[in-house]
């Protein structure tokens, strides 16, 4: 099936941006995502056309949300030129915008999100996605020849053992903790939708490991709220030598985790 997009959309932007350890190129030009049991397979064949491996109805009610394409990026890079006009900081402002045209928040789920981004500490992207493939190997359902992300129901009771081997180091103890406040219903990862963002934050940060960067990372991925602008190693470079020691982020608003992300990929990449 072929769908039209009339908006930013760039693939390998998407899967390169730091946001997301499952979603790959599996050939030049096709790129694979996983979302819960779905798996779709997407190529562009120009023009803001691409081709879909899904049933319509599964474009309509799960990819459409999962990619945010109910939201302009167009008007969203818009707003970054007007925030960043006559600023000291407009040159990267502008040259980062620019260079992460197509990127996309995806809307991904919580725990799976709390995982990864648990295990993402001090851990270069490749060595994430290896973690986070051998967790999908060990204790999730194989569809085909994918292995899905496990559910917490099929991590619950976990062991330090059984964490062995996945190349964890001491994040093991971390994702025990994790899986068994989620499995215990200490911590309510549904529920969560409902909260406020600090208290979405706050509560995210009683599991063992969970910081303000993983948090914050959590909640803009997972739970989708773009105010969140997490800080980490190449945001508090950007910080440093760019916004001469000021974090902007808050002071763009709304969006300030879309500005975070056109930030980090432009850090990362020129690093």
Known sequence: MEVKIN????LKKIVDSGQCFRPKEVEPG?????????????????????????????WENIWKNYFDLDTSYADIRRDVE??????????????????????RILRQEPFEMLISFIISQRKSIPSIRSSVEKICAKFGQRVGDIYLFPCVEEMAGIKLDDLDELGLSYRREYVMNAVDKV????VDLEELENFSDKE?????????????????CIALFAYHRVDRAPVDIWIKRAIDNDFNGENIFAQFGRNAGILQQYIFYYKRSHK
């Not at 908006?7 to 760039?10: H, L, N, P, V, W």
């Not at 996983?34 to 599964?58: M, Q």
């Not at 007007?82 to 915008?97: C, H, S, V």
């Not at 995210?204 to 960067?213: Q, S, Y």
């Open 30 to 58: 096709l790129f694979r995502f996983i979302f819960g049991a779905n798996v779709l397979y997407i190529r562009e064949l120009g023009a803001g056309i691409f081709d879909v491996d899904c049933a319509a109805e599964d």
């Open 7 to 10: 908006d930013d959309f760039d």
């Open 82 to 103: 007007k925030f960043a006009a006559g600023k000291p900081y407009e040159k990267i402002l502008r040259d980062a915008t620019k260079f992460g045209k197509g990127i």
């Open 200 to 216: 979405l934050v706050e509560e995210l940060k009683m599991i063992t490991g969970v910081g303000d960067k993983v948090a914050n």
């Open 183 to 186: 499995a215990s219903g200490a």
